[in-house]
């Protein structure tokens, strides 16, 4: 049995996103939520046609939202997003996340060495360490 199995959760979560799925904003609303230390916040919480439960949205897939769909929240009503699984970096740990982007785009492959040209890679022997 799984964690997720014996203690659902009342939000939608990384869990739920093995594959992306195009969903439809019902609404959004500010709900509060309990915190590590105990304490509530008010955060911003968005439904979907699709499913009850709700996806509590961190500044990151808020700010996606208000750059696909408008700034004010109250405008994405019927507006489509597609959500999925990622990974982040919380803490200095790599952990799955859920992330947010236009429906049909892809994620961008991260830059990094691998992308230089070849000419300009330096060869794994000669990095000293």
């Not at 999925?84 to 200095?92: A, F, R």
């Amino acid at each position: 049995m799984k964690a997720q199995d014996a203690y659902p959760s009342r939000w939608l979560g990384h869990a739920n996103f093995n594959v992306p799925r195009v969903l439809t904003i019902k609404h959004v609303e500010m709900v509060g939520i309990d915190g590590d230390d105990g304490t509530k916040e008010d955060k911003p919480v968005v439904y979907f046609h699709e499913h009850p439960k709700g996806l509590v949205l961190n500044k990151t897939n808020f700010l996606m939202l208000a750059a696909l769909l408008g700034e004010d929240s109250d405008s994405w009503k019927d507006g489509e997003c597609e959500v999925y699984k990622d990974m982040t970096s919380y803490k200095g740990k790599p952990m799955p996340c859920v992330r947010i982007h236009a429906v049909g785009q892809q994620a961008e492959p991260a830059q990094g060495f691998d992308d230089a040209p070849a000419s300009d890679r330096v060869p794994e022997e000669d990095i000293p360490f």
